[in-house]
């Protein structure tokens, strides 16, 4: 990651710290970080998102050498981070204008419904094998003629 985005991001978490609050900063940290990963879940499955980034592996402290190349990998993408970024700024800019009741709601339904997206993109395809084989007794219900021997 370049020194001017994290430059940038931490300029950025001031700003929002100062016109929402301690609190406004830290909902928008974890809103950046939940749309992040969903971003990534979308393309890679919650599973695949989660250990492919070695999220699963995280050791304190997280400014270890071994952690900075993991949330190298996560910042890779940089239409994904600009698109959680805006994601956190919108969140923040809707809870200043709007009541933190109907922000809140519509937070969940979004979120929800990109879950929903999420595991409809990854889910298997189930494919219907369609045959032009006869069926194998026939295509009537008529008994079987053979006997049946238990050995």
């Known amino acids: 990651m370049q020194y001017w985005i994290a430059a940038f991001a931490a300029a950025l978490v001031v700003v929002i710290g100062y016109a929402a609050g301690p609190v406004g900063a830290i909902v928008a940290i974890v809103a950046f970080s939940v749309a992040l990963f969903l971003l990534w879940a979308y393309n890679l499955g919650f599973n695949g998102a989660w250990t492919g980034f070695g999220l699963d592996r995280f050791t304190a402290p997280f400014w270890k050498a071994e952690n900075w190349d993991r949330f190298g990998t996560i910042f890779a993408d940089r239409e994904k981070v600009v698109k959680a970024g ?7 800019a809707l809870s200043l204008v709007l009541p933190a009741n109907q922000v809140a709601l519509a937070v969940v ?3 929800a419904w990109y879950v929903f ?3 409809r ?3 298997p395809v189930v494919t219907k094998s369609t045959t032009l084989d006869p069926q194998v007794y026939g295509t009537t219900s008529e008994p079987r003629k053979e006997i049946s021997r238990i050995n």
């Open 109 to 111: 339904v979004v979120a």
């Open 86 to 92: 805006t994601v956190a700024v919108v969140l923040i």
């Open 121 to 123: 993109a990854n889910k």
């Open 117 to 119: 997206q999420v595991y």
